[in-house]
Antibody, heavy 121, light 110 residues
Framework: EVQLVESGGGLVQPGGSLRLSCAGAGFSFDRYYMSWVRQAPGKGLEWVANIHRDGTQNYNVDFVRGRFTISRDDTENSLYLQMDNLRVEDTAVYYC??????????????WGQGALVTVSS | EIVLTQSPGTLSLSPGARATLSCRASESVSSTYLAWYQHKPGQAPRLLFY?????AAGIPDRFSGSGSGSGTDFILTISRLEPEDCAVYYC?????????FGPGTKVEIK
């Protein structure tokens, strides 16, 4: 059974840092692209970043602006999101998601339960 | 940058009714890269459709997706609404290497 479990969420002050982790199980982690998606309170889903199997990273430039870094450790079947210079508007539930491919259609086929990040003074 | 617009924002219908949810792209996109998700409070989002109209595993056939080839308008239909269908539904587009979600349609059961 595919499982994704996030950890590392919590309360942090504006300008602070936090590192989220996502542990994968039940699949060959190193064969998949992985993403982070967030949902702010009362808002919709928003893609944050992804990382390819070869380590190539892509970010949502609308708000990341060099503050977040996505990484992975395939030996640990883990995905990470280092978040620096956090802002109040970064408050959200952060989900990790596996990028699968169905035919030629890429999708997020498995999601974790999410980690809550609260940025507040 | 492709922008997805979903309508209506909220849909309130009775059990057994038919729900029609719209997703419109700001420019023509390939249906291959259009997906739909269901998201219930406190749960992980769930893949409903890939390639606009291909139902994911375990999705009841009360759910159908339309759209093929390239275009700007895609539809998610839920026939015979059930209380368990209460959720927010998102369309999503993949424009290599970036992903975009629509703002979502909330489905309420009266």
């Amino acid at each position: 059974e595919v499982q994704l479990v996030e950890s590392g969420g919590g309360l942090v002050q504006p300008g602070g840092s936090l590192r989220l982790s996502c542990a994968g199980a039940g699949f060959s982690f190193d064969r998949y692209y992985m993403s982070w998606v967030r949902q702010a309170p009362g808002k919709g889903l928003e893609w944050v970043a992804n990382i390819h199997r070869d380590g190539t990273q892509n970010y949502n430039v609308d708000f990341v602006r060099g503050r977040f870094t996505i990484s992975r450790d395939d030996t640990e079947n883990s995905l990470y999101l280092q978040m620096d210079n956090l802002r109040v508007e970064d408050t959200a539930v952060y989900y990790c998601a596996r990028e699968g491919a169905y035919g030629y259609s890429p999708v997020f086929d498995y999601w974790g339960q999410g980690a809550l990040v609260t940025v507040s003074s | 940058e492709i922008v997805l617009t979903q309508s209506p924002g909220t849909l309130s219908l009775s059990p057994g009714a038919r729900a029609t949810l719209s997703c419109r792209a700001s420019e023509s996109v390939s249906s291959t890269y259009l997906a739909w998700y269901q998201h219930k409070p406190g749960q992980a989002p769930r893949l409903l459709f890939y390639g606009a109209s291909n139902r994911a595993a375990g999705i009841p056939d009360r759910f159908s997706g339309s759209g093929s080839g390239s275009g700007t308008d895609f539809i998610l239909t839920i026939s015979r609404l059930e209380p368990e269908d209460c959720a927010v539904y998102y369309c999503q587009h993949y424009d290599n290497p970036l992903w975009t979600f629509g703002p979502g349609t909330k489905v309420e059961i009266k």
